[in-house]
């Protein structure tokens, strides 16, 4: 069974920084793309950022120059470092993994993390 859980979410005040943490539980296949997705009350989900497994990055224009998406390959975990953080930036946060288990791709999503900015 394939498990992402994530920590690292919280209260911060805006300017402040927050970094978001998850981890992929797998015992066979490879990891794809990884990402993280935030949605605010009232909002649709959106992609915040993604890695390739080759390490290629990309980000949403809200985000660029404040957030930085990371993956260690090895340890099957991505992580998304927030500065400058603002009102704005509060959602939950979900991250997400395209996982090949026996040849097949399939994406598995976090249960997510609270972020709060407000002073």
């Known amino acids: 069974q394939v498990q992402l859980v994530e920590s690292g979410g919280g209260l911060v005040q805006p300017g402040g920084s927050l970094r978001l943490s998850c981890a992929a539980s797998?015992?066979?296949?490879?990891?794809?793309?990884m990402a993280w997705y935030r949605q605010a009350p009232g909002k649709q989900r959106e992609l915040v950022a993604f890695?390739?497994?080759?390490?290629?990055?990309n980000y949403a224009d809200s985000v660029k120059g404040r957030f930085t998406i990371s993956r260690d390959n090895a340890k099957n975990t991505v992580s998304l470092q927030m500065n400058n953080l603002k009102p704005e930036d509060t959602a939950l946060y979900y991250c997400?993994?395209?996982?090949?288990?026996?040849?097949?791709?399939?994406?598995?999503w976090g249960q997510g993390t609270q972020v709060t900015v407000s002073s």
């Open positions: 890695i390739t497994s080759g390490l290629t990055t």
């Open positions: 797998i015992t066979t296949g490879s990891i794809g793309p």
């Open positions: 997400k993994a395209e996982i090949w288990l026996l040849g097949n791709p399939r994406d598995y």
